[in-house]
């Protein structure tokens, strides 16, 4: 399958318990997300089953206060960073959408997965109702 | 029952150094604020008030923290609360506080409390229109907006639930706190506003299924659609996440922009929402896009022409 390769930074600038969101396709806004949980690297693509909305409150704030949680902010749906899955909130028992990646002389490089699965149209959300082409 | 709206929102949450950047970045007053939490007002003195999750003095949760724990409704006066007492100690639990603040509990698990309003007069300044066609309402040789102009909370709007079962939520509201409906999404729920206030509506309930239960976000009115466009642009230049809007709604007229927040809800800037008397018929149409708002539009960075061009195009 093709990919994309994306060096989103350093291993040693991801900390454990902490999150960092990434905007391999230069949007003006995070579509993925990486942290290390229990040692384990998870990337993640910044879009809530629920809504597909962003998940953060703010730069690179994707977790509960105290790092054991993933939470989308938008309606407080909480997710397992080992897996994605949501075990609290409207969409409980979905996950979040996990993406590949490999080290690389001490990077983290996503492989973003085909070449159109990030770079349609840009829109707030998959669902009808939330569907905003950009005007341009 | 002279019900005149919310006089404040109380909210668990586990990051309270979060919460306070959020809620004095969008606006609010932070008063008597300490790592335990606190209260944070807008120009009337009504508030939201976060506390830490594990507070013993909070309501039971609806779910994980941070989550809405009690929704604090201001009354006219003394005798208000003693009706509002009478009626819902007929089957369920009412409690007064040393505060002589009543607490109860809604029809579906929401903590609700009842006080004399701490609602005060102030001053902040009015929006006028130079609409063609009509006397202009500002005076000649005054611009209608500058750069530095402010864009402060006024008074707290309304909250909006998550509930299993809106028919029962919105009678509950209806038949023992006098609530009158002014409009209803088919299939969501309810626009309610409570008999001493004219707002289109300070609760909107929303069906879901019940593991979603809870509050889906809260907002005070601005001064103007102007001030919702500048408060937000300004929100999300300090780094706060958009999640809907700018945008007008169509029930209600409201201006919108909803963010994301560390409340474990959406906080939303609101202005210009439509009043109502009780000769008001409401109206019901499906939730859909076109009937959620007249328009929406999403912001950018600033450009002009003549410049670089413009980021994200």
């Not at chain 1, 902010?73 to 409980?92: D, I, K, M, N, R």
């Not at chain 2, 579906?108 to 102030?122: D, E, L, N, P, S």
């Not at chain 2, 079962?165 to 509201?173: C, G, M, S």
């Not at chain 2, 309610?192 to 509506?201: E, F, I, L, V, Y």
Request: hydrophobic share 40%; with cysteine.
């Amino acid at each position: 399958m093709s990919h994309s390769d994306f060096f989103l930074c350093r291993m040693d600038e991801l900390a454990e318990g902490q999150a960092r969101g990434f905007d391999p396709l230069q949007r003006g806004k995070d579509s993925v997300f990486a942290l290390v949980h229990e040692g384990q690297v998870r990337v993640y693509r910044n879009s809530c089953p629920h809504l597909d909305v962003r998940l953060e409150y703010r730069k690179d704030r994707f977790l509960s206060a105290d790092a054991q949680l993933i939470v989308c902010y938008a309606h407080g749906a909480q997710f397992l960073p080992s897996t994605g899955e949501c075990v609290y909130g409207p969409c409980l028992g979905q996950r979040l959408d996990a993406l590949p990646w490999r080290l690389e002389e001490g990077w983290l490089v996503l492989e973003m997965p085909g070449s159109t699965a990030l770079s349609g149209p840009v829109e707030v959300s998959r669902l009808a109702i939330h569907r905003i082409p950009t005007r341009d | 029952m002279n019900i005149l709206g919310l006089d404040a929102l109380i909210f668990g949450v586990d990051d309270i150094q979060a919460c306070t950047d959020c809620l004095r970045d969008y606006g609010l007053a932070a008063v008597a604020v300490d790592s335990n939490g606190g209260r944070f007002e807008a120009l009337d003195g009504t508030a939201v008030i976060i506390r830490r999750s594990d507070d013993p003095d909070l309501p039971v949760a609806i779910g994980p923290a941070p989550s809405i724990r009690e929704t604090v409704y201001g009354v006219a006066n003394a005798a208000d609360l003693d009706a509002i007492e009478d009626e819902l100690a007929r089957d369920r639990q009412v409690t007064r506080d040393g505060n002589g603040v009543l607490h109860s509990v809604d029809d579906m698990g929401f903590a609700i409390a009842f006080q004399v309003t701490v609602r005060k007069a102030y001053s902040a300044p009015d929006d006028l229109t130079n609409a063609a066609g009509h006397a202009p309402q500002r005076p000649l040789n005054q611009p209608g907006i500058t750069l530095e102009m402010n864009a402060t909370p006024r008074t707290l709007s309304h909250v909006v639930y998550f509930v299993p079962d809106a028919a029962k939520a919105e009678a509950f509201y209806a038949e023992r706190l006098g609530f009158r409906t002014t409009d209803t999404f088919i299939g969501a729920g309810p626009f309610m506003r409570p008999a001493g206030s004219d707002d289109h509506h300070c609760l909107f309930m929303i069906q879901t299924p019940p593991h979603m239960k809870g509050c889906e976000h809260f907002t005070f009115h601005m001064g103007s659609g102007t001030e919702v466009l500048l408060a937000g642009t300004r929100f999300e230049q300090k780094g706060w996440t958009s999640f809907w809007g700018p945008g007008r709604h169509l029930f209600g007229s409201n201006w919108f922009w909803y963010f994301n927040s560390p409340l474990g809800c959406h906080i939303e800037y609101d202005a210009d929402m439509d009043k109502h008397d009780d000769a008001w018929e409401a109206r019901r149409a499906p939730l859909s896009a076109d009937n959620s708002q007249l328009f929406l539009f999403n912001s950018k960075e600033k450009w002009a022409p003549g410049g670089p061009p413009p980021k994200h195009g």
